[in-house]
Nanobody, 110 residues
Framework: VQLQASGGGLVQAGGSLRLSCAAS????????MAWYRQAPGKQRDLVAT???????SYADSVEERFSLSRDSAKNTVYLLMNRLKPEDTGVYYC?????WGQGTQVTVSS
Protein backbone atom coordinates (compact mmCIF):
# COMPACT_ATOMS: atom_id res chain seq x y z
CA VAL A 1 0.00 0.00 0.00
CA GLN A 2 1.53 3.27 -1.11
CA LEU A 3 -0.90 5.63 0.62
CA GLN A 4 -2.97 5.00 3.73
CA ALA A 5 -5.68 7.51 4.59
CA SER A 6 -7.49 7.75 7.91
CA GLY A 7 -9.31 10.11 10.23
CA GLY A 8 -12.79 10.58 8.81
CA GLY A 9 -15.93 10.51 10.87
CA LEU A 10 -19.16 12.21 11.81
CA VAL A 11 -19.05 15.71 13.22
CA GLN A 12 -21.49 18.52 13.81
CA ALA A 13 -21.30 21.71 11.78
CA GLY A 14 -18.68 24.01 13.23
CA GLY A 15 -16.58 21.13 14.47
CA SER A 16 -13.16 19.87 13.43
CA LEU A 17 -11.57 16.73 12.08
CA ARG A 18 -8.04 15.81 11.14
CA LEU A 19 -7.33 13.49 8.23
CA SER A 20 -4.03 11.67 7.84
CA CYS A 21 -2.36 10.24 4.78
CA ALA A 22 0.70 8.08 5.37
CA ALA A 23 2.97 7.46 2.40
CA SER A 24 6.01 5.40 1.63
CA UNK A 25 9.21 7.35 2.18
CA UNK A 26 10.14 7.76 -1.45
CA UNK A 27 6.71 9.03 -2.41
CA UNK A 28 6.60 11.42 0.53
CA UNK A 29 9.98 12.92 -0.30
CA UNK A 30 9.40 13.37 -4.04
CA UNK A 31 5.73 13.96 -4.68
CA UNK A 32 3.25 16.73 -4.21
CA MET A 33 0.48 15.33 -2.05
CA ALA A 34 -3.12 16.37 -2.30
CA TRP A 35 -6.54 15.78 -0.83
CA TYR A 36 -9.62 15.46 -2.98
CA ARG A 37 -13.20 15.00 -1.94
CA GLN A 38 -16.21 13.53 -3.64
CA ALA A 39 -19.74 14.30 -2.55
CA PRO A 40 -22.52 11.86 -3.47
CA GLY A 41 -23.37 12.16 -7.14
CA LYS A 42 -20.64 14.70 -7.81
CA GLN A 43 -17.17 14.68 -9.29
CA ARG A 44 -14.02 14.39 -7.26
CA ASP A 45 -12.70 17.87 -6.53
CA LEU A 46 -9.33 19.11 -5.34
CA VAL A 47 -9.32 20.38 -1.76
CA ALA A 48 -5.68 21.13 -0.97
CA THR A 49 -2.14 20.41 -2.12
CA UNK A 50 1.25 20.43 -0.40
CA UNK A 51 4.62 20.26 -2.11
CA UNK A 52 7.68 18.41 -0.80
CA UNK A 53 8.96 21.78 0.44
CA UNK A 54 5.73 22.48 2.31
CA UNK A 55 4.11 25.02 0.04
CA UNK A 56 0.34 24.70 0.24
CA SER A 57 -2.63 25.69 -1.86
CA TYR A 58 -6.34 25.39 -1.15
CA ALA A 59 -9.66 25.41 -2.93
CA ASP A 60 -11.51 28.66 -2.39
CA SER A 61 -14.27 26.82 -0.54
CA VAL A 62 -11.90 25.67 2.23
CA GLU A 63 -9.41 28.54 2.35
CA GLU A 64 -8.88 29.77 5.93
CA ARG A 65 -10.76 26.78 7.37
CA PHE A 66 -8.53 23.88 6.32
CA SER A 67 -4.81 23.53 6.92
CA LEU A 68 -2.47 21.02 5.31
CA SER A 69 0.85 20.07 6.89
CA ARG A 70 3.62 17.48 6.58
CA ASP A 71 5.46 15.41 9.16
CA SER A 72 8.69 14.17 7.63
CA ALA A 73 9.46 11.89 10.57
CA LYS A 74 6.23 9.99 9.94
CA ASN A 75 5.97 10.38 6.13
CA THR A 76 2.49 11.68 6.73
CA VAL A 77 0.45 14.66 5.65
CA TYR A 78 -2.36 15.99 7.78
CA LEU A 79 -5.47 17.87 6.71
CA LEU A 80 -6.88 19.77 9.64
CA MET A 81 -10.44 20.78 8.89
CA ASN A 82 -11.98 23.47 11.08
CA ARG A 83 -15.37 25.14 11.08
CA LEU A 84 -16.78 22.27 9.09
CA LYS A 85 -19.94 22.79 7.09
CA PRO A 86 -22.50 20.26 5.82
CA GLU A 87 -21.24 20.93 2.29
CA ASP A 88 -17.84 19.54 3.33
CA THR A 89 -19.46 16.11 3.52
CA GLY A 90 -17.98 13.53 1.19
CA VAL A 91 -15.39 10.86 0.75
CA TYR A 92 -11.91 12.30 1.06
CA TYR A 93 -9.04 10.81 -0.92
CA CYS A 94 -5.34 11.53 -0.74
CA UNK A 95 -3.28 11.55 -3.91
CA UNK A 96 0.42 11.33 -4.64
CA UNK A 97 0.50 10.74 -8.38
CA UNK A 98 -0.04 8.14 -9.60
CA UNK A 99 -1.26 6.66 -6.34
CA TRP A 100 -4.60 7.20 -4.65
CA GLY A 101 -5.25 6.32 -1.05
CA GLN A 102 -8.47 4.65 -0.07
CA GLY A 103 -11.24 7.09 0.71
CA THR A 104 -12.25 8.15 4.18
CA GLN A 105 -15.78 9.34 4.84
CA VAL A 106 -16.42 12.74 6.36
CA THR A 107 -19.97 13.55 7.34
CA VAL A 108 -20.92 16.95 8.72
CA SER A 109 -24.36 17.19 10.25
CA SER A 110 -26.29 20.44 10.40
Amino acid sequence: VQLQASGGGLVQAGGSLRLSCAASGSIFRRNDMAWYRQAPGKQRDLVATITPTGRTSYADSVEERFSLSRDSAKNTVYLLMNRLKPEDTGVYYCLARPYWGQGTQVTVSS
